[in-house]
């Protein structure tokens, strides 16, 4: 389980987002209008963990970028290269490890990086619109990943136009 406090947020008005208890195998979906705030309420949960201390934890902000002039085989090659093999025929990502990333899709690239996520094992992931340059088949795989990660007892927290898991847990802001 994770704590997380209570955050103040002063975009586009003042508030207070209650505190929560983050539980293992839960997904939890931060919902509110447009412009109301909520990647600013998931960037001072990062901040919280960042001076707290706490690992583990993954964030994917919603400008998705790779290392320039990088191939996949300098991102992958601390991993065991069947798991990477694994994750990406899950994620329908059909380059070979010597592709350079500057040529890759914008969905492609946030494919990339969930699988970089789910690769390092972390109790929580932060998502911030990890879907916005994917297609139908696209999603899908995505959510299929994603709830194989709760399965196995990680926690996700999103922002997201589209339901990303048959069930969820709303944050409202």
Same mark, same amino acid.
């Given at each position: 389980?994770? /704590?997380?406090?209570?955050?103040?947020?002063?975009?586009?008005?003042?508030?207070?987002?209650?505190?929560?208890l =983050?539980?293992?195998?839960?997904?939890?979906?931060?919902?509110?209008?447009?412009?109301?705030?909520?990647?600013?309420?998931?960037?001072?949960?990062?901040?919280y963990?960042? &001076?707290?201390?706490?690992?583990?934890?993954?964030?994917?902000? /919603?400008?998705?970028?790779?290392?320039?002039? *990088?191939?996949? &085989?300098h991102?992958?090659?601390?991993?065991?290269?069947?798991?990477? &093999?694994?994750?990406?025929?899950?994620?329908?990502?059909?380059k *070979?490890?010597?592709?350079?990333?500057?040529?890759?899709?914008?969905?492609?690239? /946030?494919?990339? =990086?969930?699988?970089?996520?789910?690769?390092?094992?972390? #109790?929580?992931?932060?998502? #911030?619109?990890?879907? *916005?340059?994917?297609?139908?088949?696209?999603?899908?795989?995505? *959510?299929?990943?994603?709830? #194989?990660?709760? #399965? /196995?007892?990680?926690?996700?927290?999103?922002?997201?136009?589209?339901? =990303?898991?048959?069930?969820?847990?709303?944050?409202?802001?």
């Amino acid at each position: 389980m994770i /704590q997380l406090p209570k955050i103040s947020i002063k975009y586009p008005y003042p508030r207070d987002i209650s505190s929560i208890l =983050l539980n293992p195998k839960e997904v939890y979906k931060v919902m509110g209008k447009s412009g109301h705030g909520k990647t600013t309420y998931l960037h001072e949960l990062v901040k919280y963990f960042i &001076k707290s201390n706490i690992s583990n934890i993954v964030f994917i902000k /919603q400008s998705h970028e790779l290392p320039p002039f *990088s191939q996949l &085989k300098h991102i992958f090659n601390s991993y065991n290269t069947e798991k990477v &093999k694994s994750i990406f025929k899950k994620l329908d990502l059909n380059k *070979s490890f010597d592709s350079e990333c500057s040529e890759f899709s914008g969905g492609e690239i /946030q494919r990339v =990086l969930l699988a970089e996520a789910v690769l390092n094992n972390p #109790d929580l992931m932060i998502l #911030d619109e990890p879907v *916005s340059a994917v297609d139908n088949n696209g999603i899908k795989n995505i *959510s299929n990943v994603l709830t #194989d990660y709760v #399965d /196995q007892g990680g926690i996700v927290i999103y922002i997201s136009h589209v339901k =990303l898991t048959e069930t969820f847990i709303p944050i409202n802001i």
